[in-house]
């Protein structure tokens, strides 16, 4: 107002559609106007964004925040103090929201080198998203009207907001020769057999194959035989019910014809006789091996020396 246009000192500088800038306090041309590009490091923390009117998209140099990026788009990126940085690419920010689910920020631009974490008003905007500002915050609500971010004022005259960000980690799979690859692609089938493949041109497409010189981890670990367990296992009875060996089993989903649910075992080490007791009941084994020790001895004319229960 009230001065041609050339001789204003606040005229905004043309920008294209792809292009951002801060947003700064119009009318103002004084020092005394701290762009977001000019925060001092130790007062930045990784986790905090700033809602700007004036930036068309939203913006990062976190590459490791992206759950998806997307390298091919490059766009200018217009600063208000003309300077111009480019971005490497959009993509995806997963994090997580204060009742322990998570969410995305979609349409993010990677600005390489970039310090500050911008979130732009313009694309909630278009989004659906709705704004309000009073008691020094702002509040922006969802299409529901469900508040779903806060950001108070800070001392920079900035509404900025600690947003924790989900850092997923990709785990690469480097593949070291065209050899490797066919070998996993075929369940790590072994190397003469997949030349076998090549040479008698079973397979449409595989190159000859190599015999490497390394060996493969996963084969190693996937392949491995078990020790087999020693066929023979030594006795140490010498003589009748000097060792006796024992187990319970059960108790059975459905009940035997006389209602018994469990059976208890009785085997002599030195004649591998074996002695079955049908039991109603799993108390009832202390009193099954009495009367099964006065039997044996009896009808041996031995003594039980040891009792080995083997369940």
């Given at each position: 107002?009230?001065?041609?246009?050339?001789?204003?000192?606040?005229?905004?500088?043309?920008?294209?559609?792809?292009?951002?800038?801060?947003?700064?306090?119009?009318?103002?041309?004084?020092?005394?106007?701290?762009?977001?590009?000019?925060?001092?490091?130790?007062?930045?923390?990784?986790?905090?964004?700033?809602?700007?009117?004036?930036?068309?998209?939203?913006?990062?140099?976190?590459?490791?925040?992206?759950?998806?990026?997307?390298?091919?788009?490059?766009?200018?990126?217009?600063?208000?103090?003309?300077?111009?940085?480019?971005?490497?690419?959009?993509?995806?920010?997963?994090?997580?929201?204060?009742?322990?689910?998570?969410?995305?920020?979609?349409?993010?631009?990677?600005?390489?080198?970039m310090r500050s974490n911008l979130i732009s008003i313009g694309k909630l905007l278009q989004?659906?998203?709705?704004?309000?500002?009073?008691?020094?915050?702002?509040?922006?609500?969802?299409?529901?009207?469900?508040?779903?971010?806060?950001?108070?004022?800070?001392?920079?005259?900035?509404?900025?907001?600690?947003?924790?960000?989900?850092?997923?980690?990709?785990?690469?799979?480097?593949?070291?020769?065209?050899?490797?690859?066919?070998?996993?692609?075929?369940?790590?089938?072994?190397?003469?057999?997949?030349?076998?493949?090549?040479?008698?041109?079973?397979?449409?497409?595989?190159?000859?194959?190599?015999?490497?010189?390394?060996v493969c981890d996963m084969c190693c670990t996937g392949k491995q035989a078990r020790n087999?367990?020693?066929?023979?296992?030594?006795?140490?009875?010498?003589?009748?019910?000097?060792?006796?060996?024992?187990?319970?089993?059960?108790?059975?989903?459905?009940?035997?014809?006389?209602?018994?649910?469990?059976?208890?075992?009785?085997?002599?080490?030195?004649?591998?006789?074996?002695?079955?007791?049908?039991?109603?009941?799993?108390?009832?084994?202390?009193?099954?091996?009495?009367?099964?020790?006065?039997?044996?001895?009896?009808?041996?004319?031995?003594?039980?020396?040891?009792?080995?229960?083997?369940?």
């Open positions: 107002m009230r001065h041609y246009a050339f001789e204003c000192r606040s005229k905004r500088v043309p920008r294209n559609k792809d292009e951002a800038q801060f947003a700064q306090n119009e009318g103002s041309d004084s020092e005394e106007v701290l762009l977001m590009a000019t925060i001092k490091e130790e007062e930045e923390r990784s986790g905090e964004w700033y809602l700007d009117t004036g930036c068309s998209n939203h913006m990062t140099g976190k590459k490791s925040w992206f759950s998806e990026l997307d390298d091919s788009v490059n766009r200018k990126i217009r600063f208000e103090d003309n300077n111009i940085v480019c971005a490497a690419g959009i993509g995806k920010v997963l994090i997580h929201r204060k009742d322990g689910k998570k969410a995305c920020i979609t349409d993010v631009l990677y600005v390489p080198n989004k659906g998203y709705t704004m309000k500002v009073e008691a020094q915050t702002m509040k922006v609500f969802d299409s529901k009207n469900r508040l779903i971010l806060k950001a108070p004022l800070s001392k920079q005259i900035t509404f900025k907001i600690n947003i924790s960000v989900i850092k997923d980690k990709c785990l690469l799979s480097e593949v070291k020769s065209e050899n490797w690859l066919w070998h996993q692609r075929y369940g790590h089938i072994n190397f003469r057999d997949l030349n076998m493949l090549s040479e008698k041109k079973m397979v449409q497409g595989l190159p000859k194959i190599k015999l490497p010189n390394e087999s367990y020693n066929a023979i296992i030594p006795f140490t009875a010498t003589r009748k019910l000097e060792v006796i060996h024992s187990d319970v089993c059960g108790p059975f989903e459905v009940k035997l014809v006389g209602g018994n649910r469990y059976f208890v075992t009785f085997i002599d080490e030195f004649t591998r006789k074996l002695w079955i007791y049908l039991l109603a009941k799993k108390d009832e084994v202390f009193g099954v091996f009495k009367k099964f020790r006065l039997l044996v001895q009896n009808e041996s004319g031995e003594m039980i020396s040891r009792l080995r229960t083997d369940g």
